[in-house]
């Protein structure tokens, strides 16, 4: 198969990693890409978003597959576009329809979903710019903290959780009527606050089917013991040490099952990867959010922890086979640390040359926001490498991951240095 892989990130080198394994996979494109996707498959230079430049290319080279890394071409109805384009109908894409992709599109689509199916999450409340002033009175009746989310896409820094009520409504009108968020703020969430300890659960879903990948715990803020700006994710591990058998029932009967059959009771085309973002309140699991895609930099541990062959997975997606699919999960443990640029999340420089790449051993560099320049691979984002280890305790492949972290290098690297901390 001649396949293309849309996106630029992390979660794309893992996934081009990992589908270049298998020997279903006899060429991988990949749109635009990074310089590490860039040493093992195809880049090409065409943004997941331009839809005509896509069906060009992929009518070019006769690509059999079409694979979406990130949410935005999900959201704006890439799975659509091929569905309703005869010249492109019989290539499968792994990614849900742009209806279902409002549940990572809309918060507030997301959260009558959960109600509609009886998904246990927190109450919520949505306003626009035109009732900020019920807002305002609807945290009155919360206990803090507050939680304002964003109902679009805000590259996962939309969500603010804050300890004062005064600040809570300022916020509130910054994000409402100063537009925070951009557009992604026209529409805000306020849900009450879930206190317990958060986790991902990704599922894989032929639209009836559905197969539960490895659970996995990110980080997101910037600062060392969870403190200071939310980032799109610091580091992860996989397993998460605390999810066991009986946690994972009630996350399947109560969370998982009900979102597949859901999809199917509204009428929703699903063919790719649900991204249930969790927490754990006192041992009962409850919704968090859904993202439509894998997640960054989760994939870069889920993805390594996958046995099975990757290309064959989506086969069986996309052929609505799922439920014979023998799926293997390797039983060691996987984290990722992220190494970012000086200034992320906020302002930061690019084009920083990074050394110590080719000194890594016993770790795996997936590359994040990286380019190659001159033979040489300079910084390119905020988030730029993430070093990926194994071990048989996550504890132990935490450690190999700082390790080969020393031998990296670029002007004002920096790294949190406490991933896993709360696992201890």
Not at 167 to 181: G, Q, S
């Amino acid at each position: 198969m001649t396949i293309l892989l849309l996106g630029s990130g992390g979660r794309e080198h893992a996934l081009a990693w990992k589908m270049l394994q298998s020997p279903l996979c006899d060429a991988l494109f990949v749109a635009p890409g990074n310089a590490g996707t860039g040493a093992i498959a195809a880049n090409v230079a065409i943004s997941p978003t331009d839809f005509t430049a896509i069906k060009d290319f992929v009518l070019s080279h006769n690509i059999d597959m079409v694979v979406v890394g990130p949410e935005d071409p999900l959201v704006q109805g890439i799975f659509d576009f091929f569905r309703d384009d005869s010249s492109l109908e019989h290539i499968p894409v792994i990614g849900p329809s742009k209806l279902g992709a409002q549940l990572e599109g809309s918060k507030e689509f997301a959260k009558q979903f959960l109600m509609r199916h009886h998904i246990p999450t927190a109450a919520y409340e949505s306003f626009t710019a035109d009732t900020v002033a019920q807002g305002w009175d609807f945290l009155e009746t919360l206990q803090p903290p507050y939680v304002l989310k964003a109902d679009g896409l805000a590259a996962g820094k939309g969500v603010l959780i804050l300890h004062d009520l005064a600040e809570a409504k300022r916020e509130l009108h910054h994000m409402l009527v100063d537009r925070k968020f951009g557009t992604a703020s026209t529409k805000v969430v306020i849900e009450e606050f879930l206190d317990g300890i958060e986790l991902s659960c990704f599922v894989i879903t032929d639209g009836k089917s559905y197969k539960i990948l490895p659970t996995a715990k990110d980080y997101k803020r910037i600062g060392e013991g969870d403190t200071g700006l939310n980032t799109g994710g610091m580091g992860a591990v996989s397993p998460v040490p605390f999810a066991d058998a009986v946690l994972m029932d009630k996350i399947e009967t109560r969370i998982v099952k009900p979102t597949i059959d859901g999809l199917q009771q509204d009428g929703i085309p699903y063919k790719g990867f649900v991204f249930i973002g969790l927490i754990n309140v006192k041992g009962e699991p409850m919704v968090i959010e859904y993202n439509v895609r894998m997640g960054d930099p989760e994939t870069e541990v889920v993805i390594p922890r996958l046995k099975s062959d990757l290309v064959a997975l989506f086969v069986a997606v996309a052929n609505g086979q799922l439920d014979d699919f023998p799926l293997e999960i390797d039983t060691r443990s996987a984290t990722t640390i992220m190494v970012v640029s000086g200034g992320y999340p906020e302002d930061y420089e690019k084009g920083k040359a990074i050394t110590g790449i080719d000194s890594i051993e016993d770790s795996m560099v997936f590359h994040a926001g990286t380019a190659e320049r001159d033979g040489d691979i300079v910084t390119n984002g905020g988030r730029v490498l993430a070093v990926t280890s194994y071990g048989d305790h996550f504890d132990e492949a935490i450690k190999k991951s700082y390790q080969n972290i020393a031998k990296l290098h670029f002007d004002k690297m920096y790294y949190r240095k406490d991933i896993g901390f709360d696992l201890f």
